[in-house]
């Protein structure tokens, strides 16, 4: 005859909104936006950008199967970053910017 004791229920069900920001690697702001986009029924495809330092990847992941989510992205995009293998390239390169010619 144990004391019962009672178990504080934590039913706040809340309809948690998966993240679609993330940290950049690159320029460490919280402005990595994840894009996703069906193809198909079975195919997608992800447009990885940050708002702050113009850092855009949308070769990397341009075939995905469509259950994934942006953190299923962002954990992928992680790693090739990490390897350098990631093709970035920066949302405001038009031109100007790195070689500037004398
Ligand atoms: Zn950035």
Known sequence: MGRRRKRRKAVVKKVVKVPTVFECPRCASRTLSITLKKKDENRAYAIIAC?????????????????YQAVDVYAKFIDLYNSGRAKIKSISESGAGIGQST
């Open 51 to 67: 708002g702050t330092c113009g850092l855009l990847d949308d070769e990397d992941f341009t075939d995905i199967p469509a259950i």
